[in-house]
């Protein structure tokens, strides 16, 4: 089933396109790898199964997972223009393929396009969840909901999520639950209430193990407070972002955060560590939602590209 980080990190970008991770978690299943790492050792796990087979479609969906997560969008939609080409899929791996297509269409500003593969999404998990009643599902339509469609609507998923399952122990889906909460309030221009469920998140994720999670969390919590004008609590979880993100070779987001503290460090007119961290950010990696932040930035700290 889906995992789901939705749109986690949404708040970082200009607009809706990026979410998180999906009922299938690379992370959970690469989580006792040590000298490997998880790309290869899911390729050597494909290679030994039969195409097309249950577990190759299960393995596949990790492996859009891993894409997705370390926002390596150009590969995975190569990846996914590949997979669409198979006929007869299993229905809940076309849902998913559906899933992260609309998300990397939405990165690439194609939300047109996005949207037909999201409503299909929504329409499919709507009927999964009146089956199964999964609590994490109810949060995944609320959040599809909230990037193509309705935000007043998804927060009412949201609270009837949190009214039917909120007395569990669950810190994954206490998490999704308040991150998406604070995503709409985010958009509400509710920085105050957003600042609270994002907090929520923070607290629920931390120590558990999911660092890549609670890098996330932070961020978001981070973001929204440099929105509030409190720089020095932004700065504190964006380096508690990369730091955990340091610890990780293969993931571009790093330079988003660092182009994150970059700004901050402006605002509080520390401008030599402002340019220490702008130095690091890699422009060709960033996406383009990032990139009039860049330029804007360098502008203000008078650099040369």
Not at 83 to 99: D, G, R, V
Not at 260 to 289: G, N, Q, T
Request: net charge negative; glycine share 2%.
């Amino acid at each position: 089933m889906f995992k789901l980080l939705l749109l986690t990190v949404v708040i970082l970008l200009s607009s809706n396109s990026v979410a998180s991770e999906t009922y299938n978690d690379h992370t959970d299943f690469c989580v006792e790898l040590r000298d490997i790492k998880c790309l290869t050792f899911i390729d050597n796990e494909l290679q030994a199964l039969p195409i097309h087979s249950v577990n190759w479609y299960k393995l596949m969906t990790f492996k859009l997972d891993y894409y997705y997560d370390k926002t390596e969008f150009k590969k995975l939609e190569s990846l996914i223009l590949q997979l669409l080409q198979i006929k007869n899929q299993p229905e809940s791996f076309k849902i998913q393929l559906y899933y992260f297509y609309s998300k990397t269409l939405m990165y690439f500003r194609r939300p047109e396009e996005a949207k037909k593969y999201a409503n299909y999404v929504i329409q499919n998990i709507e009927s999964l969840y009146h089956t199964f009643e999964d609590p994490l599902r109810m949060v995944e339509i609320a959040n599809m909901e909230y990037v193509f469609g309705d935000k007043q609507k998804a927060y009412k998923l949201l609270l009837v999520a949190e009214n039917k399952f909120g007395d569990r122990n669950d810190p994954v889906f206490h998490l999704e639950l308040n991150t998406n909460k604070g995503h709409i309030f985010y958009q509400w221009k509710n920085y105050q209430r957003a600042e609270r469920f994002y907090r929520r998140a923070v607290n629920w994720i931390n120590n558990t193990g999911h660092d890549d999670k609670l890098m996330v969390a932070y961020s978001n919590l981070a973001r929204v407070n440099q929105f509030l004008l409190k720089y020095e609590e932004a700065l504190r979880y964006y380096q508690k972002s990369y730091a955990l993100l340091q610890l990780q070779q293969d993931n571009n987001f790093i330079y988003v955060i660092a182009l994150r503290i970059a700004e901050v460090k402006l605002k509080m007119k520390d401008i030599d560590e402002a340019i220490d961290y702008f130095e690091l950010v890699e422009f060709d990696e960033l996406s383009p939602h990032y990139h009039e932040s860049y330029i804007s930035l360098l502008k203000a700290l008078n650099v040369e590209q």
